[in-house]
């Protein structure tokens, strides 16, 4: 069973940085993508970013290119999402997932992912 339990949101003003983890057991991941997603209030949820946890290949969504950076720590099989440059736009639930992609399939499209965590949240005042 995998369990994905995410930490690391909070409270921050604009311009500020935040990290978060993810923690991941139940199995390797060797093969796998990563992925970090977010929820705004009363909007879709939509890609972050990702990452192959073999090779380590990084993929971001142009609205957070350049101020958050995806990373893993292979001895924890913990991932990480650094975030600077916060915005008021970036409040989100931030949700991290993992899953293993089909033939063709995309980091960026969610139902790629089997498992997920529980969310943690991130807001941004102004």
């Known amino acids: 069973q995998v369990q994905l339990v995410e930490s690391g949101g909070g409270l921050v003003q604009a311009g500020d940085s935040l990290r978060l983890s993810c923690a991941a057991s139940g199995r390797g991941f060797s093969g796998h993508v990563m992925g970090w997603f977010r929820q705004a209030p009363g909007k879709d949820r939509e890609f972050v970013a990702a990452l192959m946890w073999s090779g380590g290949y990084t993929y971001y969504a142009d609205s957070v290119k350049g101020r958050f950076t995806i990373s893993r720590n292979n001895l924890k099989s913990t991932v990480y999402l650094q975030m600077n440059s916060l915005a008021p736009e970036d409040t989100a639930i931030y949700y991290c997932?993992?899953?293993?992609?089909?033939?063709?399939?995309?980091?960026?499209?969610?139902?790629?992912?089997?498992?997920w965590g529980q969310g943690t949240q991130v807001t941004v005042s102004s």
């Open positions: 997932a993992v899953g293993r992609l089909r033939i063709g399939g995309s980091q960026r499209d969610q139902t790629e992912y089997q498992y």
